[in-house]
Nanobody, 121 residues
Framework: QVQLVESGGGLVQPGGSLRLSCAAS????????MAWYRQTPGKERESVAI???????NYAESVKGRFTISRDNAKNMVYLQMNSMKPEDTAVYYC???????????????WGQGTLVTVSS
């Protein structure tokens, strides 16, 4: 069984910063890509930042230069540092990871439960 648990969401003023964390736990053998997505009511979930490999990342155009994704492979964690935040960053943020468990023969996609981020004065 694998779990992804996000933390760090909350209310922040425009221009402020937040740092999201996501911890993966369970019978994990290996983690491939890790990523952050977000979703607002009535819209599809969108990619925010992705670790394609240990040294390659990809960001949505709307967050480039403001958000930074990082990971700690030893702790099976991924982070999202969000700076210069805007009201349009308000969303539920989800952690995603492609994980190979000790019982599987291929990587599966797992999602966290989401954490709400609200940017408002």
């Amino acid at each position: 069984q694998v779990q992804l648990v996000e933390s760090g969401g909350g209310l922040v003023q425009p221009g402020g910063s937040l740092r999201l964390s996501c911890a993966a736990s369970g019978n994990i053998r290996s983690i491939n890509s890790m990523a952050w997505y977000r979703q607002t009511p009535g819209k599809e979930r969108e990619s925010v930042a992705i670790f394609i490999s240990d040294d390659r990342t990809n960001y949505a155009e709307s967050v480039k230069g403001r958000f930074t994704i990082s990971r700690d492979n030893a702790k099976n964690m991924v982070y999202l540092q969000m700076n210069s935040m805007k009201p349009e960053d308000t969303a539920v943020y989800y952690c995603n990871a492609h994980i190979l468990t000790v019982t599987d023969s291929y990587y599966r996609s797992y999602w966290g439960q989401g954490t709400l981020v609200t940017v408002s004065s």
